[in-house]
């Protein structure tokens, strides 16, 4: 193939950081090719050598450049899309918020695209990286840990707006500047469990999923243990069930066959507490009257069940809709926000329906 002619660059683009609106102008630079060389080798590979190709694509991947899958639009520098992921939709407090987010980005003008992650760390990489590469404007996530996020650490990096949706992050620390809308874990499940307490029960034990795919369960244990701990009571280690949607009989029989078995679950999701319930009637129990279940998040499909479920109520489509709102002033504002913002939106108790008095006294 004969040589190309090199088109002269911009001193201004020796300097460019990962990340910080690379262009392709910045990889062919970097790559010591011609503009339309490096154009090439994300449009028709085929016509460029794969010595030159191998160096085009090592440069981009230094420079954290991503070929634009909608470059009909790069001329403008916004898409008006939005990025989504959420851990699932087969848990309706994501489905709910889902709702909130919806009807909030498409009234100011806004497409979404909504991915996935299952609650794992390896597939929220993945997931964000295919939101980048159709050149989000910017997105709304939720993830397993806010604390401790190799996702949001790369968006962080690469000055990605985005808000999280059910994370709380810190007050204090190096995350605490990340812009998050969720209610105040911690203290509303505490509020629940004291909620427990009140009704007669000493013995609560906790029912969560996995405390690595979640740091909401982590934090709603946490305030279970700040109430049981001020009331003089015995902090229960947590159980973790596999699986919210699968029968977990046989967990919950060991616990209910003991000498001290709990008169009361907390439960740190609804629908854990539903599958809870199921589990106790098919063990012959009556709930409440032989043992009580509260639940956390307040999907309407809790107020279905005979009895209603109690459980903790957050506003999950407030949630998605207050977290598209915060993400719009971010792309609006000029400058950008150099610190973060923790909303925190107001959480409710509804006690009734699963939970009375215990049956025999603790």
């Known amino acids: ?19 910080q609106g690379v262009t392709l102008a910045d990889v062919a630079l970097a790559a010591k090719v011609s503009l339309a060389t490096a154009s090439r080798v994300f449009s028709h590979p085929q016509l460029v050598r794969e010595a030159t190709a191998q160096r085009v694509h090592e440069a981009a991947q230094r420079l954290s450049f991503r070929p634009n899958l909608l470059g009909a639009k790069l001329r403008a520098q916004r898409t008006r899309i939005i990025g989504v992921m959420l851990p699932t939709l087969d848990n309706a407090v994501f489905a709910e918020c889902w709702r909130g987010i919806e009807e909030s980005a498409m009234a100011a003008g806004y497409s ?11 597939r929220e990489t993945e997931r964000v990286e295919y939101l980048l590469r159709h050149r989000v404007d910017g997105m709304v996530l939720t993830v397993a840990d806010a604390s401790d996020s190799t996702v949001l650490d790369q968006l962080d ?13 810190p007050a204090e620390g190096a995350v605490a ?9 911690r203290t509303s499940a505490c509020e ?13 034990a906790v029912i969560s999923g996995a ?4 740091d909401r369960a982590r934090q709603r244990f946490a305030g279970y243990a700040d109430a049981m701990r001020a009331h003089g009571l015995p902090v229960l280690d947590p ?20 000498g001290q078995a709990p008169t009361a679950f907390f439960c740190t999701n609804d629908l854990l507490a539903i599958g809870v319930i199921s589990d106790l009637k098919r063990l012959g129990l009556r709930v409440p009257r032989d043992v009580s279940v509260l639940g956390y998040d307040g999907i309407a499909l809790g107020a279905l069940v005979e009895p209603p479920l109690a459980t903790v109520v957050q506003p999950n489509a407030d949630i998605g809709a207050h977290a598209i709102g915060e993400l719009l002033q971010r792309l609006e504002a000029v400058p950008p926000a150099a610190n973060g913002h923790a ?14 008095a215990p049956a025999m006294p603790a």
């Open 1 to 19: 193939m004969p040589a190309t002619r090199r088109a002269a660059l911009p001193p201004r683009l020796a300097s460019a950081e990962p990340g």
């Open 112 to 122: 979404l695209m909504l991915v996935t992650s299952n609650y794992d760390p390896a």
């Open 157 to 169: 990096r690469e000055s990605v707006p985005y808000v999280l949706a059910y994370n709380q992050v």
């Open 177 to 185: 500047g990340r812009h998050s809308v969720s209610v105040d874990n």
């Open 192 to 204: 629940g469990v004291n909620a427990l307490i009140a009704a007669g029960h000493r013995r609560i």
């Open 211 to 214: 405390f690595t795919a979640s």
């Open 239 to 258: 159980v973790n069930l596999p699986s919210h949607t699968a029968s977990n009989a046989a967990q919950i029989r060991a616990l209910m066959d003991g």
């Open 343 to 356: 909303t925190l939106l107001p959480h409710a108790i509804r006690i009734e329906g699963t939970v009375s």
